[in-house]
């Protein structure tokens, strides 16, 4: 049976998941940025947590793990790279692990940039990736603790999965990034039509999360540093995909 999950809003702008297995009956959260909210959505589909799955060790992804534990005795499974700063963590993954989940299982990536030990969790079976901060609907985590060159190596093993993945981001900032895409990426049909139905599904208060590794390819300026006209866009005209990567970086920092 595919997992089930349901999507839910915590503080000003996260998204957590609740999913669940349902022949072995197991739920995971994905990262735990507001408890209340996490316990209110566990109270309406009368889940009961199991797992937490930690992408990276910010307090709006790892904050609610101690309290979670204490009230479901679930088990907090999170990146090995930074162990000592994820909560009550008892087991620590990384890059080519399995995390068996029911009858269902998650490949682990290591994608650092974002911070130095970030991961992401791929369910090949169900295609779809939990990807924490590292790749956004049309942009990526800002480069706190890691270089271009490194969060630049994480996107591409991102952008190796089947297109028709569905991509779990963390966070509802895909309209200010359409609006920051379409400033270096003008030229780009699909991106000005995304723009457009982005717009439309806010007005209507429709998350744009999940998104898919295809559409992130077409329209992410910050998966197309191979892109002759975004290179030209940025005055970078057969410029190194890294250099050219780590430009767009920067104006999204200043946008």
């Given at each position: 049976?595919?997992?089930?999950?349901?999507?839910?809003?915590c503080?000003?702008?996260?998204?957590?998941?609740?999913?669940?297995?349902?022949?072995?009956?197991?739920?995971?959260?994905?990262?735990?940025?507001?408890v209340?909210?996490?316990?209110k959505?566990?109270?309406?589909?009368?889940?009961?947590?199991?797992?937490?799955?930690?992408?990276?060790?910010?307090?709006?992804?790892?904050?609610?793990?101690?309290?979670?534990?204490?009230?479901?005795?679930?088990?907090?499974?999170?990146?090995r790279?930074?162990?000592?700063?994820?909560?009550?963590?008892?087991r620590q993954?990384?890059?080519?692990?399995?995390?068996?989940?029911?009858?269902?299982?998650a490949?682990?990536?290591?994608?650092?940039?974002?911070?130095?030990g970030?991961?992401?969790?791929?369910?090949?079976?169900?295609k779809?990736?939990?990807?924490?901060?590292?790749?956004?609907?049309?942009?990526?985590?800002?480069?706190?603790?890691?270089t271009?060159?490194?969060?630049?190596?994480?996107?591409q093993?991102?952008?190796?999965?089947p297109?028709?993945?569905?991509?779990?981001c963390?966070?509802?900032?895909?309209?200010?990034?359409?609006?920051?895409?379409?400033s270096?990426?003008?030229?780009?049909?699909a991106?000005?039509?995304?723009a457009?139905?982005?717009?439309a599904m806010?007005?209507?208060?429709?998350?744009?999360?999940?998104?898919?590794?295809?559409?992130?390819?077409?329209t992410?300026?910050?998966l197309?540093?191979?892109?002759?006209?975004?290179?030209r866009?940025?005055?970078?005209?057969?410029?190194?995909?890294?250099?050219?990567?780590?430009?767009?970086?920067?104006?999204?920092?200043n946008?």
């Amino acid at each position: 049976m595919p997992l089930q999950i349901h999507q839910f809003p915590c503080l000003t702008d996260n998204y957590a998941w609740l999913v669940h297995e349902p022949e072995a009956n197991v739920t995971a959260v994905v990262d735990t940025p507001e408890v209340s909210a996490i316990l209110k959505a566990l109270d309406e589909t009368g889940w009961k947590l199991t797992h937490i799955l930690n992408t990276h060790w910010h307090p709006d992804h790892a904050g609610g793990n101690e309290e979670l534990k204490a009230k479901t005795g679930c088990q907090i499974i999170g990146p090995r790279a930074e162990a000592a700063r994820i909560p009550a963590i008892e087991r620590q993954v990384g890059d080519g692990d399995e995390v068996k989940f029911g009858n269902a299982s998650a490949k682990i990536f290591d994608v650092p940039g974002h911070t130095a030990g970030h991961i992401a969790y791929w369910f090949a079976q169900d295609k779809v990736a939990f990807v924490g901060d590292t790749l956004f609907a049309l942009g990526c985590g800002r480069l706190f603790e890691g270089t271009a060159q490194q969060m630049w190596t994480s996107l591409q093993k991102l952008m190796a999965l089947p297109p028709e993945t569905k991509v779990y981001c963390a966070h509802e900032y895909t309209q200010s990034n359409a609006r920051f895409a379409l400033s270096v990426d003008p030229d780009n049909a699909a991106l000005v039509a995304r723009a457009k139905e982005i717009d439309a599904m806010r007005a209507k208060g429709i998350p744009t999360v999940p998104s898919s590794i295809g559409l992130e390819l077409a329209t992410n300026p910050f998966l197309r540093p191979m892109s002759e006209s975004l290179q030209r866009s940025l005055g970078m005209a057969g410029a190194d995909p890294v250099a050219v990567f780590a430009e767009t970086r920067r104006r999204k920092d200043n946008f």
